[in-house]
């Protein structure tokens, strides 16, 4: 069994995916793709690292059906423009769902976001981002699932690479101090080789 003390990308069994956490599509990756780059996050600065899943279009109040975790909104706010009350639960109702966040396009039904509303999201970290005047939404949809696609076909290729790699190892027959050194080069992670016992075989530090 091979064990990798932190989080790695790799294509074996027992071997956990590089970026399963840290390599995942964020609120800040998100803002620096074209279409976003001139939007302003006005609340819940500390929810950047949130992971982005999908993007959707909110045009409805019971958003909530419509919606799964990890979805960042698009809205005008259409639905709440003549309720304002609800309008400053929302945050509270978008974090229970387990979104990302949300981008708001103002001025077109809505011109100002409630105070309360800024509140709750610097308390949940829940990221607000005010959109540019001239957003399109269709635009910035398939500017995060060009780059989302772009993404998943770099781990595949990491992945195919790692695979081969460790076929390769197997197939000289390296003993398990030259394969826990190898692997640990290829992932730049500390390796541990246990045998079926979990009984330390070999141990490997990061390469420097």
Same mark, same amino acid.
């Given at each position: 069994?091979?064990?990798?003390? $932190?989080?790695?990308?790799?294509?074996?069994? =027992?071997?956990?995916?590089? =970026?399963?956490? %840290?390599? /995942? @599509?964020?609120?800040?990756?998100?803002?620096? #793709?074209?279409?976003?780059?001139?939007?302003? *996050?006005?609340?819940? $600065?500390?929810?950047?690292?949130? *992971?982005?899943?999908?993007?959707?279009? /909110?045009?409805?109040?019971?958003?909530?059906?419509?919606?799964?975790? &990890? !979805? @960042?909104?698009?809205?005008?706010? +259409?639905?709440?423009?003549?309720?304002?009350?609800?309008?400053?639960?929302?945050? =509270?109702?978008?974090?229970?769902?387990?979104?990302?966040?949300?981008?708001?396009?103002?001025?077109? +039904?809505?011109? !100002?976001?409630p105070q309360e509303l800024l509140q709750q999201a610097d308390a949940a &970290?829940?990221?607000?981002? *005010?959109?540019?005047? %001239?957003?399109?939404?269709?635009?910035?949809?398939?500017? @995060? #699932?060009?780059?989302?696609?772009?993404?998943?076909? /770099?781990?595949?290729?990491?992945?195919?690479?790692?695979?081969?790699?460790?076929?390769?190892?197997l197939l000289r027959g390296e003993n398990p101090g030259d394969l826990a050194?190898? #692997?640990?080069?290829?992932?730049?992670?500390?390796?541990?080789?246990? !045998?079926?016992?979990? !009984? #330390?075989?070999?141990?490997?530090?990061?390469?420097?």
């Open positions: 069994m091979v064990y990798c003390t $932190q989080p790695v990308f790799a294509g074996c069994a =027992g071997i956990p995916a590089k =970026g399963e956490d %840290n390599k /995942m @599509f964020r609120v800040r990756d998100l803002l620096r #793709l074209p279409y976003f780059s001139d939007a302003a *996050v006005v609340a819940g $600065q500390a929810g950047l690292d949130r *992971v982005v899943e999908d993007l959707s279009v /909110m045009e409805v109040p019971d958003i909530e059906d419509y919606v799964r975790p &990890g !979805d @960042f909104l698009l809205s005008t706010l +259409y639905p709440f423009s003549d309720r304002t009350e609800e309008l400053k639960r929302l945050i =509270g109702r978008l974090d229970g769902a387990h979104l990302s966040g949300i981008g708001i396009k103002l001025n077109r +039904y809505i011109s !100002d976001l &970290g829940f990221p607000v981002v *005010v959109l540019p005047a %001239n957003s399109n939404f269709s635009m910035q949809i398939n500017s @995060f #699932l060009k780059a989302s696609i772009q993404q998943k076909n /770099m781990e595949l290729e990491h992945r195919n690479y790692i695979h081969e790699k460790l076929m390769e190892i050194r190898i #692997l640990s080069e290829l992932l730049r992670r500390p390796v541990l080789l246990l !045998d079926q016992h979990l !009984d #330390l075989m070999a141990a490997q530090p990061a390469a420097a």
